[in-house]
């Protein structure tokens, strides 16, 4: 008898950065998560790899000049996507076969 294994897969779509201008800047990427029936997933996202960031304010770099920004599960940005600590989130579904969308605003 073969046994059926749980497996997940996932993609994400690029989120561009655009050049930076005073207001609101509204660009969104989708990851997008796949899992066999049934399986419970989580998806999480750290703070970046810019030394000095944090999952509550994330920072990117140019030479040494750094940018703060983050990420947001809405395009209201009041809700930080993260790893759950502090005040982020982290995004959780169960598997139905097909490919689940998940939207990561900037």
Same mark, same amino acid.
């Given at each position: 008898?073969?046994?059926?294994?749980?497996?997940?897969?996932?993609? $994400?779509? &690029?989120?561009?950065?655009?050049? !930076? /201008?005073?207001? +609101?800047?509204?660009?969104?990427?989708?990851?997008?998560?796949?899992?066999?029936?049934?399986?419970?997933?989580?998806?999480?996202?750290?703070?970046?790899?810019?030394?000095?960031?944090?999952?509550?304010?994330?920072?990117?770099?140019?030479? $040494?000049? &750094?940018?703060?920004?983050?990420? !947001? /599960?809405?395009? +209201?940005?009041?809700?930080?996507?993260?790893?759950?600590?502090?005040?982020?989130?982290?995004?959780?579904?169960?598997?139905?076969?097909?490919?689940?969308?998940?939207?990561?605003?900037?």
């Amino acid at each position: 008898m073969r046994k059926n294994h749980a497996t997940c897969s996932a993609t $994400a779509t &690029t989120l561009a950065f655009s050049a !930076y /201008t005073p207001g +609101a800047i509204a660009n969104n990427s989708t990851i997008s998560v796949k899992c066999t029936k049934s399986t419970p997933y989580t998806i999480s996202l750290n703070k970046g790899t810019t030394t000095g960031g944090t999952v509550g304010q994330r920072l990117m770099a140019f030479g $040494a000049n &750094t940018r703060q920004y983050n990420l !947001y /599960t809405t395009a +209201a940005t009041n809700v930080i996507f993260g790893d759950g600590s502090g005040a982020s989130v982290t995004e959780s579904g169960t598997g139905a076969g097909v490919a689940t969308a998940n939207t990561v605003t900037y």
